[in-house]
């Protein structure tokens, strides 16, 4: 049987491959949220400016249909707001740090709210974590998506748009509102909480001078729409609310590859440190170890003197 101090070295010998092998994987999969993220910023950068269009569209022909905007249906403000739709955006995935119980704990946090208010929360969830974890917490899910919260494509944003546009019409919620995580950069993921329905409080949000003068100071001139406002926004507020899903997709789906690279790349710097630790511990028992064996030789050999 080996003396103790041999089976220690062996045993930190085991660790130390462990942690070696931890390592290799976690930088494997930094580089890959690396390349996903580049690409994520791309289709970013490509939508913003449509979406911002959408979103000046949007308001801009709200303005204009004055009175009318309350004959469309999905810019009706409700007296009465009995039940609340949340929708949770999150991913498919762990390993990416706080970024998913974030989100969690802030629709959480508003479902308090609403419940203090007398409201109920009408549970919908993109991302098997937002789902798993609301289903742990024995929320009942109205609406659950999930396998593309990786690379999310319009289709996907249509389907879960159609979900809750459906519901705020047949009156199963009287409001609907988004929380995601907006992505800032790598390092910073903002947790970020929109109103979706009705679209009025969302398509007139910053409107101010800027938005009715010119650059030079004067006043931009009204358009003419050909069918009226209230025909036109019948077509563009839904069109407005799933731009606005797909664009909370594209944000969450860039801020998780951020989150998982940050995340992996702490690992791995957490692992090295192990290793250095463990590797000078074992040198330290080496070290004794020969120590011991010389102070054995020296008096082994006093004795024969």
Do not use: C
């Not at 103790?4 to 390592?23: L, P």
């Not at 976690?26 to 400016?49: D, G, H, N, W």
């Not at 742990?136 to 748009?161: C, Q, V």
Request: proline content about 4%; charged content about 25%; hydrophobic content about 40%.
């Amino acid at each position: 049987m080996p003396p103790a101090d041999v089976a220690s070295q062996r045993e930190v010998r085991t660790r130390i491959a462990s942690f070696k092998n931890i390592q290799k994987i976690t930088r494997a999969m930094e580089a890959v949220s690396a390349a996903r993220l580049r690409r994520a910023e791309q289709r970013i950068s490509a939508l913003r400016p449509y979406a911002d269009a959408v979103r000046r569209m949007t308001r801009q022909a709200a303005l204009d249909a004055g009175g009318e905007i309350s004959r469309v249906p999905l810019l009706a403000t409700r007296e009465n707001e009995t039940h609340v739709g949340v929708l949770l955006v999150t991913a498919d995935r762990g390993l990416a740090g706080a970024f998913n119980s974030q989100i969690v704990r802030a629709g959480t946090q508003l479902a308090a709210e609403l419940e203090a208010e007398q409201r109920q929360t009408v549970w919908y969830a993109s991302g098997r974590r937002g789902v798993s974890s609301l289903t742990f917490r024995g929320r009942e899910l109205a609406g659950a998506y999930s396998g593309f919260t990786d690379r999310p494509a319009y289709t996907d944003a249509k389907a879960i748009a159609d979900d809750l546009i459906s519901a705020f019409i047949d009156g199963s919620v009287d409001r609907v509102e988004m929380i995601y995580n907006a992505y800032v950069s790598p390092l910073t993921q903002l947790s970020t909480r929109e109103t979706l329905l009705p679209a009025s409080a969302a398509a007139l949000a910053g409107e101010d001078e800027q938005d009715s003068e010119r650059g030079d100071g004067r006043r931009k001139a009204r358009p003419e729409y050909e069918p009226d406002p209230d025909r036109l926004l019948r077509e563009l507020v839904p069109h407005y609310v799933e731009v606005s899903i797909y664009r909370a997709l594209l944000e969450s789906a860039a801020s998780e590859h951020g989150a998982r690279m940050t995340a992996m790349r702490s690992a791995t710097d957490n692992a090295g440190e192990l290793i250095e630790d463990l590797a000078l511990d074992m040198n330290r028992a080496r070290q004794a170890e020969i120590t011991q064996e010389i102070l054995e030789v020296v008096a082994g050999a006093g004795s024969l003197a």
